[in-house]
């Protein structure tokens, strides 16, 4: 990785383009013309060291067949291996994503972000240090609304905020996440119409309870974690400085107890009954 890191950080400075091709794909049947089923690329942040720069677009967070079109709350890891899987949600935002992409990076951690259309538009420099580096993306919507729907309403939810990740970073992806994890109000419909994942989660911070201490945050994911997981956390949304501050020990914790941290596609690609 230390080459990768490299490149990225002399490319950076010339443009974000480039930074985002140090992800490089290594599925031959990847087929970047496409924008509704790019092909799997589980390993989109650990890229050989050798490879040449690509254009931008080969950027792609994408799923295993088996769970396209489906809607996934966690992962059976092969061997029930301890890998877990932060989520964050509702950003990008000032302050928070940055803090945490410093914890992150300080800690050798890779996370998925899921991010919200009008928050992605309102911040696209932080967004594009988030791809840079090297965490997964996923699509939370344009709006962020928890109603019900139509058809075509659903579908501008997700393919706008779809638009605006690939022109911020370069990155399609097939990983979705309804807000408020509402699954009948049109959105995740739509979403496995166009063969995306569905990625709810099996643990949660909590760290929307307004009167929570950042501590409560903390022993929330310590006592539920199991291999497999996927943890509900948020950047955006609203003041998260509390989740900034239950990072560091939700991490130094998950580690003690012998977990290593993937990406959702990382996870899903380990799932026992995955086809490669
Ligand atoms: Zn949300």
């Known amino acids: 990785m230390t080459a990768s890191l490299h490149l990225q950080k002399v490319v ?51 799923v295993p067949p088996q769970f396209q079109g489906k809607t996934v709350y966690q992962v059976s890891p092969k061997n029930q291996e301890k890998v877990i899987a932060l989520t964050i949600d509702d950003g990008p935002w000032p302050k928070t994503t940055p803090a945490m992409l410093n914890i992150f990076q300080q800690n050798g951690v890779k996370a998925t972000f899921f991010w919200v259309g009008t928050a992605l538009q309102a911040h696209p420099d932080i967004a594009k240090q988030v791809a840079a580096q090297g965490h997964a993306i996923g699509n939370h919507t344009w709006h962020h609304w928890y109603r019900k729907m139509d058809a075509a309403t659903a579908k501008s939810e997700i393919e706008r905020t779809a638009e605006l990740i690939y022109k911020t970073t370069g990155v399609k992806t097939s990983l979705f996440r309804p807000p408020g994890g509402f699954l009948n109000n049109g959105l ?59 990072l560091p020990k939700i991490i130094s914790g998950l580690k003690q107890q012998g977990y290593r941290f993937v990406t959702v596609p990382e996870l899903l690609a380990m799932a026992e009954n995955a086809k490669p």
């Open 188 to 246: 995740a419909a739509y979403a496995k119409s166009k063969n995306y994942s569905v990625i709810m989660w099996s643990l949660t911070s909590a760290d929307t309870d307004p009167r929570a201490k950042p501590q409560a945050f903390v022993n929330n994911v310590l006592k539920g974690a199991k291999p497999g997981a996927i943890v509900l956390m948020h950047d955006g949304g609203g003041d998260r400085h509390r989740t900034v501050e239950a």
């Open 12 to 62: 950076f400075v010339l443009t974000i383009a480039l930074s985002l091709t140090a992800c490089t794909q290594t599925s031959p049947r990847q087929s970047l013309s496409s924008t509704t089923n790019p092909s799997l690329n589980p390993s989109a942040t650990n890229p050989p060291s050798n490879t040449p720069v690509k254009p931008t677009a080969n950027l792609a967070f994408t």
